[in-house]
């Protein structure tokens, strides 16, 4: 490690563990905010990075694709386009023999990128656009730059860990969309003060499909059992934490979600009828039922 990385870590230290997630940044990545999203420098580059805001806005629905094994049994995958589509990590695989791509491609997990780089390199191919947070853009910056100039770039807070704030969110002033629920959870339709993690990527992603103000959100793949997702084979399995965090922190944070998207007269539904997430957070349908024809 390099002195001035020492130095700024010392740092950190002194300022206290609400920032010390700064230490993943040092010197080597610098971002300011703008009207239209973000101007990021660092290992040779400058990016610009729009706002998830003006991603979809009034669309009539959002689609979410994640990686639950129901997802590989969707009869009609290619009506999954139909209506704006998110995809996480590995679940673009659905439509790999669709010839489609989807509107937009989640990645919000730092050690996704680091384990499996071809795999993220063919989801990014397989979509029209990247969205991540700051942590997973300096991996890419450092790792694979010249993946990001292919596609256009969406960029958000992870509030866990902001971009130089304080991970006390909690101590933010109130502002509309900003839903919290004392220092426990956030649920928030604000692109430019971050999106809340929660314990899995689905809540970042249906944060981001309610920003845009759609009547109905449906979430595919949405199993939440912590088996193994339906594009690792045998021997590819990677360690999952949605069992030990389900009770304490996913289906709660749900339920809050719930609320205030039912108080927005968002309609969400769950197209995983084996969901580990009971029916009264979120209704349940089968998948191809809730998917129309192509025009």
């Known amino acids: 490690m390099k002195p001035q990385d020492l130095l700024y ?10 920032r010390w997630h700064w230490r993943h940044y040092g010197w080597g990545y610098r971002a300011q ?17 729009r706002q998830l ?11 979410i694709l994640l990686s639950g094994p129901s997802a590989a049994r969707i009869e009609h995958p290619e009506r ?6 998110i995809t996480v990590n590995g679940s673009f695989q ?23 780089p071809e795999r993220f390199a063919a989801g990014l191919k397989a979509s029209k656009a990247l969205a991540c947070d700051h942590r997973v853009l ?37 502002a509309e969309g900003f839903h919290r629920l004392g220092r426990e959870v956030v649920f928030s339709l604000r692109s430019d003060l971050g999106f809340f993690p929660s314990c899995t990527v689905a809540y970042i992603a249906l944060q981001i499909a309610a920003a845009q103000s759609p009547r109905r959100v449906v979430l595919f793949g949405l199993d939440l059992n912590g088996g193994q997702r339906y594009y690792e084979g045998p021997n590819q399995q990677e360690k999952s ?19 205030v998207l039912a108080d927005r007269c968002i309609e969400v539904v769950n197209a995983s009828p084996e969901s580990a997430l009971p029916a009264d ?9 809730c998917l129309q024809p192509l025009a």
């Open 9 to 18: 870590r010392a740092g950190l230290l002194w300022r206290g563990p609400a």
């Open 33 to 49: 905010q703008t009207a239209q999203g973000w101007v990021v420098r660092g290992c040779g580059l400058t990016l610009e990075a």
């Open 53 to 63: 805001a003006n991603w979809r806005p009034g669309c009539e629905g959002v689609h």
């Open 80 to 85: 999954l386009c139909t209506q704006p589509l």
């Open 94 to 116: 659905v439509l790999a023999d669709t010839g489609l791509q989807a509107d937009l491609y989640l990645v919000s997990d730092v050690g996704f990128v680091r384990r499996q």
């Open 138 to 174: 300096y991996r890419l910056m450092q790792t694979q730059p010249q993946l990001l100039a292919a596609k256009p770039l969406y960029l958000f807070d992870n509030l866990k860990r902001p971009y130089h704030a304080s991970a006390h969110w909690w101590n933010r002033p109130a």
């Open 241 to 259: 934490m949605l069992a030990q965090d389900f009770e304490t922190c996913i289906r709660p944070h749900f339920a809050f979600a719930a609320q």
């Open 281 to 289: 957070v979120f209704p349940k349908r089968p998948a191809d039922a």
